[in-house]
């Protein structure tokens, strides 16, 4: 999507159009309780941003669904002599706490403290629990290609990244499902809060969804122009 294109990108704002994607990140639980965790990590949060936790236990793997309630600063990671990188800290509420899956939670909270506790009671944990968090956001797509979108993200990613991809181009059909890769990511300026612009080349996908994607950018009004 940089250089030399191989397919005209078509303008799609204000169409409709949505990607839902997906990345993993590895974070340290602080405390917990049945109704929600603090994380500290290396990578921003969202606020109000949806994820999804992975608690590995010995024999199964327990997934939570939370939202970002809040998100600050708190320290630096060092690198290098030369560079180091923020730290955050953010506060999760679970969203699955009236589940079958609560049970799971408070028997993933025993093991780790080999005691039970009930209720909302946060809990701090004496050694930071290290856990994988799912992170989806639904971005509004700027233009589309053949080959690729422009999205608007909250998130910066990194150049190369792959993750998984979900392209709704109307809401009555099921969304376009293949892998993506960033192939660069600028800051949006002119925003009033902070914003990304990220151009994703899709990868891995199928026939039939490469098919509909081709009906899709046929179908499109020739008025709005080729970039």
């Given at each position: ?93 679970f969203k699955d706490v009236l589940t079958e899956k609560t049970l799971e939670l408070k ?121």
């Amino acid at each position: 999507m940089v250089g030399k294109r191989k397919h005209s990108r078509y303008v799609v704002v204000g169409m409709g159009v949505f990607a839902k994607t997906t990345h993993k990140t590895e974070v340290e639980i602080l405390d917990i309780s049945i109704g929600g965790c603090s994380v500290r990590g290396t990578r921003r949060f969202c606020m109000n941003g949806e994820y999804v936790f992975r608690f590995e236990l010995s024999d199964r793997v327990i997934s939570m669904k939370g939202s970002i309630v809040w998100e600050k600063m708190t320290g630096v990671k060092k690198i290098s002599e030369e560079e180091a990188m923020p730290v955050y800290t953010a506060g999760i509420q679970f969203k699955d706490v009236l589940t079958e899956k609560t049970l799971e939670l408070k028997g993933f909270i025993a093991d780790k403290l080999k005691e039970y506790r009930l209720g909302s009671v946060r809990i701090k944990l004496h050694t930071p629990e290290k856990t994988v968090l799912n992170y989806m956001e639904t971005c509004v797509v700027k233009d589309i290609s053949l080959g690729g979108i422009q999205i608007e993200a909250e998130q910066e990613a990194l150049v190369e990244t792959v993750f998984s991809l979900e392209l709704a181009l109307t809401e009555d059909e099921r969304p376009i499902q293949c892998k993506g890769r960033v192939a660069f990511c600028n800051e949006t300026p002119e925003k009033t809060r902070q914003r990304y612009s990220v151009g994703v080349e899709f990868m891995d996908m199928g026939g039939e969804d490469t098919f509909r994607l081709g009906e899709f950018i046929e179908s499109l009004p020739t008025d709005i122009g080729a970039l």
